[in-house]
């Protein structure tokens, strides 16, 4: 297995700013918008995002929730690996707002096409927008696109792209793994 480095911290942290701003730039106030980080690796990008948003940009609170697609899979049926759940947690309406689901990374799209059915138990947001750190190209199975993306990233099938968190994994980075 080689693991060839995509993007150091710096380079990660460079790219949270231009995320945020560009989240201000839409959203000012963040008066009716909600971040929604896909669970388990959108999360940290989600509460980073937040964290940011909220200390260096000054923005008032914003609305944060995890949503947990599992069950919402296409695949999740065909699996052999017994599958883990993780939390969802929405505790607030998402009803007339402006929900922006938060990734790692887009590859297929299934994941986003699951979390775009898994939301609707929570209400008929107004509209819905994606941003991922990670938009590996010409990958789609679906007609899902990013509204913001930190990095686009070919890679071939047989590659993967990790993306690693302080909180999680140490360091900031995003990496190449190809077996
Ligand atoms: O666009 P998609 O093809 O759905 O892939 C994107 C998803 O893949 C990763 O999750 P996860 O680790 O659960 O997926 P993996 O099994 O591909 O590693 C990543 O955190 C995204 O949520
Ligand atoms: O390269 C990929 C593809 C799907 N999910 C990931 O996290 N990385």
Redesign the pocket.
Same mark, same amino acid.
């Given at each position: 297995m080689t693991q060839k480095v995509l993007l150091n911290s710096k380079e990660v942290n460079i790219i949270l700013h231009r995320l945020a701003c560009q989240l201000i730039e839409k959203h000012l106030d963040f008066k009716d918008t909600i971040l929604v980080g $896909?669970q388990? +690796?959108?999360t940290f990008l989600a509460e980073r995002l937040k964290e940011m948003l909220e200390n260096e940009y000054q923005t008032p609170e914003i609305q944060l929730g995890y949503l947990d697609i599992t069950f919402f899979r296409d695949d999740f049926r065909r699996t052999d690996k017994p599958l883990e759940a993780n939390k969802t947690k929405i505790n607030f309406i998402v009803e007339n707002k402006k929900v922006i689901f938060i *990734? *790692?990374?887009?590859?297929?799209? +299934? =994941? $986003?096409r699951a979390a775009l059915t898994a939301i609707q138990s929570f209400g008929r947001p107004s509209e819905i927008e994606l941003l991922v750190l990670i938009d590996r190209r010409f =990958?789609r199975?679906l007609p899902i696109q990013p509204d913001y993306r930190g990095r686009q990233v070919d890679a071939i099938n047989g590659e993967?792209v990790k993306?690693n968190w302080k909180e999680n994994d140490d360091e900031d980075g995003v990496y190449l793994i190809t077996n």
């Open positions: $896909i388990p +690796r959108g *990734d *790692d990374v887009l590859f297929t799209g +299934r =994941s $986003i =990958s199975n993967k993306v």
